[in-house]
Structure formats: C-alpha cells, structure tokens
C-alpha cells in the first residue's frame, strides 16, 4: 500500500487548505485512515481519523470544529479540510493507515503505512 499526500501550502491565519491522500494500491480490507502532522521539535500528533467501515470519525481535540475528516472509497481517497487555521497548525502533515477499526487515541506506533507527508505553514 502506497499513500500519496497533496493540498499543503502557506496560508495566512484564519484561511482554509484541503489535503488529499490517495492510497496508490486498492484493498477491500476495513482500515482506519488518519491524519497525523509533526512540527519541528515536536512529537508526530494525530488529529483526525476515519474508518473505512462505517465513518466514523475521531479528532483530536486542537482540531475540533475546525478541521474535517472524509473519504471516498471508491478511488480510496482521504480529504483533511483545515478550516479556520492558526499558526499553531503550521506542521508536515501525513497519511496514514492501519487495518482494523480506529483507535480513539490516535497512535502512530500504531499505523503500518505512511505517506511522504504535505507541509502546511500559516502565517
């Protein structure tokens, strides 16, 4: 499985950006895409999730209400809308996937496959 990240870019405070991750190799198998993005100097962060099997979805609670989860299975594609952003949000943003259902609590450790990330910088 292959995961291919587009959408960053700099944006001033306050604006919007629309990532797109493609998974390259196609798998009827349920898994628990995610968004996770690392900041210099910081730990990688998970903050937003989607199972392939229902939907549902999870965020992390700096992301709340301001960013959006979606996927469209058909093409395997997963969005991450950032709405409202803050320089805070200013990381490498990655892709990720795990088989199996999605763990509220986001860990990286537990994703096998990764993108090559996005960056995003807001000003």
């Known amino acids: 499985v292959q995961l291919v990240e587009s959408g960053g870019g700099s944006v001033q405070a306050g604006g919007s950006l629309r990532l797109m991750c493609v998974m390259t190799?196609?798998?009827?198998?349920?898994?628990?895409m995610a968004w996770f993005r690392q900041a210099p100097g910081k730990e990688r962060e998970g903050v937003a999730a989607?199972?392939?099997?229902?939907?549902?979805?999870y965020y992390s609670d700096s992301v709340k209400g301001r960013f959006t989860i979606s996927r469209v299975n058909v093409n395997n594609t997963v969005y991450l809308q950032m709405n409202s952003l803050k320089p805070e949000d200013t990381a490498m943003y990655y892709c990720?996937?795990?088989?199996?259902?999605?763990?509220?609590?986001?860990?990286?450790?537990?994703?096998?496959?990764w993108g090559q990330g996005t960056q995003v910088t807001v000003s």
């Open positions: 990720a996937r795990r088989n199996g259902a999605c763990n509220p609590a986001l860990l990286s450790a537990e994703f096998a496959y």
């Open positions: 190799q196609h798998t009827y198998l349920s898994a628990c």
């Open positions: 989607i199972y392939s099997g229902g939907g549902k979805t």
